[in-house]
């Protein structure tokens, strides 16, 4: 039977199946301020499952989704001390969130050592591989949505506006010129990074990347040498493949 693989950030809380072979077809997604035994209830009706790993970064839906299932299964919280398969060369391992010890998990078996890892979430976070492999540290930036609600909330005459590809750097409306800001000052912001990133990193990393942005991002950032959404959950499966063997 396989395991459930909760991946809990702070605007989402993404489920998935997997069992030794690989990621099942079975996803489930629920806002995080929805979590809550009653919606787990109705996700999870009919959903069967041996064991769960729950990654977190949102304490209070952490206990919420912990207490829920261990009624039901052997339930794993990743963290520093989980069966990783790589170590750890950070001096605040307990400051590391769960996300990005399971993107560090799922590089290294996806797609190789030394690696960076971009995940475009609520934040944009860089989490560094060395070749050994361990993780060894990384980057916090505030995420595209956050820096472009931000942006909205903060003016008064600036509109709401989706993230999407600009047709050209030179804004012929309001919210043309707020997109080409975000996108591609964004972009900017990225290439200087993994710049930095690479420069202090000894061999030539695999960059990748992850995360609701990453495909937007990514298309204009030719670094950036593949987009793997799975790649949180896949690292959860192979950390769940260890707990629960």
């Known amino acids: 039977m396989p395991w459930l693989l909760i991946d809990n950030s702070n605007t989402r809380t993404k489920f998935a199946l997997g069992d030794a072979t690989g990621l099942l077809a079975w996803r489930g997604v629920l806002a995080t301020d929805e979590v809550s035994p009653d919606a787990l209830t109705t996700l999870l009706r009919d959903v069967e499952f041996s064991a769960a790993l729950v990654a977190s970064v949102v304490p209070a839906k952490a206990h919420i989704l912990v207490d829920f299932l261990a009624k039901r299964v052997p339930v794993h919280r ?3 001390l989980s069966p990783l398969g790589i170590d ?3 001096p605040f391992p307990d400051q590391i969130g769960a996300d990005r010890l399971a993107n560090a998990v799922g590089v290294v078996h ?4 030394p ?9 944009v976070t860089f989490d560094v591989v060395n070749a050994a492999p361990a993780y060894c540290g990384g980057v916090i930036a505030p995420g595209l ?3 472009s609600g931000y942006l909205t909330r903060r003016t008064a ?3 709401k506006f989706d993230l999407v590809e600009p047709t050209s750097a030179i804004g012929k409306s309001t919210i043309h010129a707020m997109q080409a800001g975000a996108v591609f000052g964004y972009r900017g912001l990225v290439k200087e990074i993994i710049s930095q990133l690479r420069s202090e990193l000894p061999g030539t990393p695999h960059i990748v990347a992850t995360g609701g942005d990453a495909a937007l991002i990514a298309r204009g950032v030719p670094e950036i040498q593949a987009v793997d959404p799975d790649l949180t959950l896949d690292g959860l499966r192979l950390v769940a493949a260890r707990a629960f063997a």
């Open 110 to 113: 996806r797609h190789g050592s």
């Open 78 to 80: 990743l963290g520093p």
């Open 157 to 159: 005459l600036l509109p």
């Open 115 to 123: 690696a960076i890892v971009i995940d475009f979430g609520t934040a």
């Open 145 to 147: 949505g956050a820096m």
């Open 88 to 90: 750890i060369d950070y």
